[in-house]
């Protein structure tokens, strides 16, 4: 018996604002990234100002969502190193990359789409001519050997523009700049994109949210969830637009997929990792795969007094754009208990107590392939929709030898065993149609903003400072991921 399906697309994952650079070039507006700082495992990243008086100033950009105060204006500063202002070049580069993932033998490559490149400031009436034309390229390079894109419309990169005029995606007015921006290349892309994914790990908004401020208020929280009702409402209005504009479009929610292991069989214990499987993945992705609030949401709204604003036809509006697949990043699995922590994680996005079943990675990700097996079974038994793992790497500090080898045996180990988990979760009746690992190419951290946390199975000459002469060179994964590939996932070794 075969382990993969026949048809079982292969390949890896990028995201423009952490490869493609170029920042300022061929008329492309500014993102959140644009005007946040690098930092690593100890020092988070910081967004960047000028306050009402003048003087510059940065706040923590905590993932994504890092608030300035009342009256500064988002600022790059001459005193700080911007990462992805200049990323690894794939704006300049993406033939030579593209071709680089052909050799691997990549059916299918996950990338987004700028949104700033099409509409600099978001809510432009017409789209940037150059920036259309940048991706059509790239989505021709793709076909020419035979490669899929697989694209996300939005991937933690609303033009700045839109933040600061309209202090982003509380503000329901996105709704329609998004849609617009999803119409555009919905119509410009037909015949060369099958594959689409409205938002990137959608919940993180609420499931990092208690993670960086321990002080939180109910408005907060408000905050959050009307955030996410105004994405939810611009993923399905999406969806059902682009069914029309082209009925084999296939749309994906996207959920940042962590396994909840409860900390001890105490019943307490139990209650709550339900809970937060509610809160941080199932709120989400029941809304995007069933087209409806889960029961539980009234009870999540009430613990913080949200009175979520929705308008008389939003509920059926969400109906009426259920996604095609599941699609999700996977890189650890995390513990929840009720009660004290004493080893607890230090991992910038890890959350919780250590598991003293797992190895942690050098920035605190617990190592857990079992924990994916058990995802896919769970989500799978959910929603009974086709599924695609579109992130899983480890990020690791790598060495070029002498010889300019770059001996990553670290990285081989821990995606085979996660590729044996696909395996057993298919042999157990899951419906896997792809895998893309995360950073097929060395890009910037979303995270901590380093280039020295590589993912890629080629490395790229650059270090956190910015210096370095952008060459490519193939990992010993990439070698191996060749092999993965040819044999459809049969010769793991
Ligand atoms: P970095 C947090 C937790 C898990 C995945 O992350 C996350 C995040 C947010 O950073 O993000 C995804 O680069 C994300 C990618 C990101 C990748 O995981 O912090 O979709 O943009 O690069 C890895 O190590």
Redesign the pocket.
């Known amino acids: 018996m075969a382990r993969f399906p026949k048809n079982f697309l292969w390949g890896g994952a990028i995201?423009a604002n952490?490869a493609e650079g170029a920042y300022n070039e061929d008329g492309r507006g500014l993102v959140q990234t644009d005007v946040t700082t690098g930092g690593n495992v100890h020092t988070p990243r910081y967004t960047t100002y000028i306050g009402k008086d003048g003087k510059p100033g940065k706040v923590p950009s905590m993932?994504?969502t890092g608030k300035i105060p009342e009256g500064a204006e988002f600022a790059i500063l001459d005193d700080y190193h911007y990462p992805n202002h200049q990323a690894v070049d794939f704006y300049h580069r993406y033939k030579e990359d593209i071709k680089l993932f052909a050799e691997m033998g990549y059916s299918v490559f996950r990338l987004s789409i700028s949104w700033a490149r099409i509409f600099p400031n978001g809510d432009d009436l017409e789209p940037n001519q150059a920036g259309l034309d940048f991706y059509r390229s790239v989505f021709e390079e793709c076909r020419k050997y035979g490669i899929e894109p697989l694209v996300s419309i939005w991937?933690?990169d609303t033009p700045l523009s839109l933040e600061s005029r309209y202090g982003g995606w509380t503000n329901r007015k996105l709704v329609d700049f998004y849609v617009r921006y999803a119409e555009t290349i919905f119509k410009e892309y037909k015949g060369l994109v099958k594959y689409w994914i409205t938002f990137?790990?959608i919940n993180?908004t609420i499931m990092?949210l208690d993670l960086f401020d321990e002080d939180l208020t109910d408005a907060d929280y408000q905050e959050a969830y009307q955030h996410l009702h105004h994405q939810f409402l611009a993923s399905a209005k999406a969806v059902a637009l682009g069914h029309e504009i082209d009925a084999n479009y296939q749309f994906g929610n996207m959920i940042?997929g962590?396994t909840f292991y409860p900390g001890s069989s105490d019943p307490s214990d139990i209650l709550e990792n339900l809970h937060k499987w509610e809160q941080n993945i199932y709120y989400c992705s029941d809304v995007q795969a069933k087209g409806r609030y889960g029961s539980y949401a009234k009870r999540l709204w009430k613990e913080h007094n949200v009175v979520l604003e929705m308008a008389e036809d939003d509920l059926e509006i969400l109906a009426k754009g259920k996604v095609d697949m599941y699609t999700f990043?996977y890189?650890?699995s995390t513990v929840v208990t009720t009660h004290a922590v004493e080893d607890k994680v230090y991992g910038?996005?890890s959350i919780g107590a250590k598991n003293p079943y797992l190895t942690y990675s050098e920035?605190g990700w617990a190592q857990d392939p079992t924990g994916l097996q058990y995802y896919l079974e769970k989500i799978y038994d959910r929603y009974e929709i086709p599924i695609m793992i579109v992130?899983n790497?480890l990020?690791a500090l790598d060495t070029v030898e002498e010889d300019g080898a770059i001996h990553d045996q670290y990285r081989i180990d821990y995606h085979r065993a996660h590729i044996n988990a696909m395996a057993d979760a298919i042999a157990d009746g899951v419906d896997l149609i792809a895998y893309t690992t995360?950073?097929c190419i060395d890009?910037?951290?979303?995270?901590?903003g380093e280039m020295r946390?590589r993912?890629g199975f080629i490395y790229v000459d650059m270090d956190d400072e910015g210096k370095g002469t952008l060459a490519r060179t193939p990992k010993d994964s990439f070698y191996w991921y060749q092999k993965v590939i040819a044999s459809n996932g049969e010769d793991v070794e």
């Open positions: 995201a952490q993932g994504h991937h933690f990137n790990e993180n990092f940042c962590i990043s890189y650890m910038n996005f920035w992130e790497g990020g995360w950073g890009i910037v951290s979303a995270g901590t946390k993912y």
